[in-house]
């Protein structure tokens, strides 16, 4: 069974802490992403990766930065946490060449910055 | 530039009834159009997906969903509505190879 693993379900930090959520796959895929998923906006992209130390910017990059050390993991990084960044992230997974192939998700962190 | 409209935060139906969830897109080029679902304080489920052939997309839990070119729609649809199928759906389209561009999101509820 595919698998997307998020280390925490839920974190609660307070503001200025370094935060750190951690992914790991086990798919074998290139594609990794982590999302920002909050009432009424639904999904955005934060960040994307397609290969190991390969990275872009999604829509919403500001005060997040990413580490992909190893295909299989993918970390989040919020450099000085906010309570405008307390919200549900989701790591996702998918193959290269990903065109027409779905992503898998993660099963959520939520996130309360205090 | 793409983009994926819900143009209903919430859904009401009773169980056995047929159900819709709609969803309309702005895509240059194909476009590749998918189907999740989430249950409360769970990641996102694949439920089905549009490539090409078949406008009628037959998906997981009995879902199927129907591509309409001209109105640039993708709507997910049920025969028959179950209690279990309460959740929250999100219709999203693949972009640049590899993206997905998620709407923002519809509330179903299936009453008894």
């Known amino acids: 069974d595919v698998k997307v693993t998020q280390s925490s379900r839920y974190l609660v930090k307070r503001t200025g802490e370094k935060v750190f959520l951690e992914c790991v796959q086990d798919m074998d895929h290139e594609n990794m992403f982590w999302y920002r998923q909050d009432p009424g906006l639904g999904l955005r992209l934060i960040y994307f990766s397609y290969d190991v130390k390969m990275k872009e910017k999604g829509d919403i990059p500001e005060g997040y930065s990413v580490s992909r050390e190893k295909k299989e993991r993918f970390s989040l990084i919020l450099e000085s946490a906010s309570t405008n960044q307390t919200s549900m992230y989701l790591c996702?997974?998918?193959?290269?060449?990903?065109?027409?192939?779905?992503?898998?998700f993660g099963q959520g962190t939520r996130l309360t910055v205090v | 530039a793409q983009s994926v409209a819900q143009p209903e935060d919430q859904v009401n139906v009773a169980e056995g009834n047929p159900l819709t969830v709609k969803c309309t897109y702005s895509v240059s080029g194909n476009p590749y159009l998918f189907w999740y679902v989430q249950y409360p304080n769970r990641g996102l489920q694949f439920l089905l997906k549009y490539i090409t052939g078949d406008n009628l997309v037959k998906g997981s839990y009995g879902f199927e969903a129907e591509f309409n070119k001209s109105q640039t729609s993708f709507h997910l649809k049920k025969p028959s509505a179950l209690v279990s199928d309460s959740a929250l759906y999100f219709c999203a389209v693949q972009y640049n190879f590899n993206k997905f561009y998620f709407g923002s999101g519809t509330k179903l509820n299936v009453k008894p």
């Open positions: 996702a997974s998918s193959p290269r060449g990903g065109l027409k192939a779905e992503a898998f």
